[in-house]
């Protein structure tokens, strides 16, 4: 995602193979995505994190498409249910942004509230997983 604010440093994703098959999934994928007609991602992933940025991206796995949840929540999800700063700050260092959805995660009164991608990029996968994006 352009303007990433935690952009990930390209060498973490490995090297660039023509035809590689995980990148080729991966776009056959998001492409899916985007055409509203893939929900749930299964590329295999290898992300590199602290061991609690690693359960956090767990977790937002686990968010079904088109539903939301807080930090909150997602902290007790993860045993913690003071750790809501915490999941925040790991949700925003997601390398792999809308595979894990890290959009699906908002504030405690469902107000939208940080998003490494923007905020409006935030929205308008929320809005497109419930129906009503706007092109």
């Given at each position: 995602?352009t303007g ?5 440093e390209p060498a973490?994703?490995g090297?660039?193979v023509?035809?590689g ?15 509203g007609?893939?929900?749930?991602f299964?590329?295999?992933?290898s992300?590199?994190?602290?061991p609690?940025?690693r359960?956090?991206?767990e977790?937002?796995?686990?968010i ?13 999800r993860?045993?913690n249910?003071s750790a ?8 925003g ?10 959009h ?5 009164g469902?107000?939208l ?9 935030k ?9 009503s994006?706007?092109?």
């Amino acid at each position: 995602m352009t303007g990433h604010r935690h952009m990930p440093e390209p060498a973490t994703f490995g090297d660039r193979v023509p035809g590689g098959a995980h990148l080729d999934a991966a776009a056959d994928q998001l492409g899916r995505y985007f055409d509203g007609t893939l929900s749930e991602f299964d590329v295999p992933l290898s992300l590199h994190g602290t061991p609690f940025q690693r359960a956090v991206w767990e977790q937002l796995r686990a968010i079904p498409y088109g539903e939301t949840i807080s930090y909150g929540e997602l902290a007790r999800r993860l045993g913690n249910p003071s750790a809501s700063r915490a999941v925040g700050l790991a949700n925003g260092r997601n390398p792999v942004s809308v595979i894990v959805p890290c959009h699906r995660v908002v504030g405690s009164g469902g107000d939208l509230t940080g998003y490494g991608g923007g905020l409006a990029n935030k929205r308008y996968l929320l809005d497109f997983e419930r129906g009503s994006a706007l092109f």
